[in-house]
DNA sequence: GTACATTTGTGCGTATGTATG
DNA sequence: TCATACATACGCACAAATGTA
């Protein structure tokens, strides 16, 4: 697999589709970390930029969890538990705003779910760790 | 409100508070055209690069969407319709991958239902279009 | 259809700041 | 203390898409 800058594909997008690739077929694991963004861009023949977008792209996936000072990692999936739907109870999934993500401490690419009880209070879960049910 | 290029904030998450401000207030309403990256950049005084990164931050959130060679709009709202799961329905929110994201035709910043049924069959749905209950 | 101005996309170079180990 | 690595921010240039005259 390697990058061509004349495809109608952006190389960055290229990039993304090979560490994608490199994630979901498993030869990244979770917890792997990922070379540098200049080892990277080095394999790879392209400029920083574009890794860096890369890597943007995945991380806005969830697939990839970038630490400043020490790196990027494939991230580890959370075990999830189960939620019963009450009656009167209405879920839906959004992103979460920058400040909400922050104070609830999640990863880039992960949703909320919008919990909405009968009595109209409403919770926010983090999408990863659960799964609905009726 | 204005830039403090001083301050722990970055430069860019204070451009994505003051946009993302405008729209939750209102200021800026779904459908309207924000102004040209050049001259957002002009009216608070910084660069095109930090403003590219702030309209990222708010695309991520699914708030705005930008045309390539047209500009940026805030997000409207699509209507939901109910979805009520039925036993043996798992239903778990993400992010779709790029490649997902162009066949689905999904704005940036908009996760996906995944619906497992009870026989295995797997649906992905537009999680702004649908909401979820008992 | 053509031409044009506007706007965003992409890519590179440079510099400095900051977190990690 | 130090090297490594990512984050932020500016600048420039050209490509590509859009809308309009």
């Known amino acids: 697999m ?3 800058s004349r495809s109608d594909r952006a190389v960055y997008l ?8 490199d994630i979901v077929k498993g030869r990244l694991k979770p917890g792997d970390d990922l070379p540098s963004e200049a ?4 394999t790879l023949g392209v400029g920083r ?10 991380r ?12 990027t990692r494939v991230r580890e999936r959370a075990e999830r538990h189960n939620l019963k739907l009450k009656r009167g109870d209405v879920a839906t999934a959004r992103m979460p705003s920058e400040p909400e993500r922050r ?14 009880h009968a009595d109209g209070s409403v919770e926010l879960l983090d999408a990863e760790t659960v ?3 009726a």
Chains 1, 2 share one sequence.
């Open 2 to 4: 390697s990058i061509d």
């Open 14 to 21: 290229q990039v993304a589709d090979i560490v994608r690739s």
């Open 39 to 42: 080892a990277l861009g080095q």
């Open 49 to 58: 930029e574009a890794i860096r977008q890369a890597l943007g792209v995945l």
């Open 60 to 71: 806005a996936e969830g697939l990839i969890a970038t630490t400043r000072g020490f790196g």
């Open 103 to 116: 104070t609830m401490d999640l990863d880039e690419g992960v949703p909320l779910i919008v919990l909405t």
């Open 131 to 133: 799964e609905l049910t």
